[in-house]
């Protein structure tokens, strides 16, 4: 089995930084794609941002230029450091993991997430 576990969430004034971390553990062979993503209050999950493995990225619009996506693949971690925060850029946020597993005879990758961490933002 495989599992993410985020950290780094909690509450900032408009204009701060945070720095959220996701760590995946288990068994695992690979993993290709790494993501961000949040969810407001009453609202759809929505992608934040996303890094291969070969460390190219995308980002959402909203965040362009005020968030970055990064990750350690000797530890398995992706990190989203963001700056500039907005109250709108309050929510849930869940890391995710393209992984393929240990032993896989297919290669085939496997989507997981972690359980999120609250981001809150006050104006």
């Known amino acids: 089995q495989v599992q993410l576990v985020e950290s780094g969430g909690g509450l900032v004034q408009a204009g701060g930084s945070l720095r959220l971390s996701c760590a995946a553990s288990?068994?695992?062979?690979?993993?290709?794609?790494m993501g961000w993503h949040r969810q407001a209050p009453g609202k759809q999950r929505e992608l934040v941002a996303v890094?291969?493995?070969?460390?190219?990225?995308n980002y959402s619009d909203s965040v362009k230029g005020r968030f970055t996506i990064s990750r350690d693949n000797a530890k398995n971690t992706v990190y989203l450091q963001m700056n500039s925060l907005k109250p709108e850029d309050t929510g849930v946020y869940y890391c995710?993991?393209?992984?393929?597993?240990?032993?896989?005879?297919?290669?085939?990758?496997?989507?997981?997430w972690g359980q999120g961490t609250q981001v809150t933002v006050s104006s």
């Open positions: 890094i291969t493995s070969g460390g190219s990225t």
């Open positions: 288990g068994s695992i062979f690979s993993i290709n794609v």
């Open positions: 995710n993991a393209l992984v393929v597993r240990s032993g896989s005879y297919t290669y085939t990758p496997y989507n997981y």
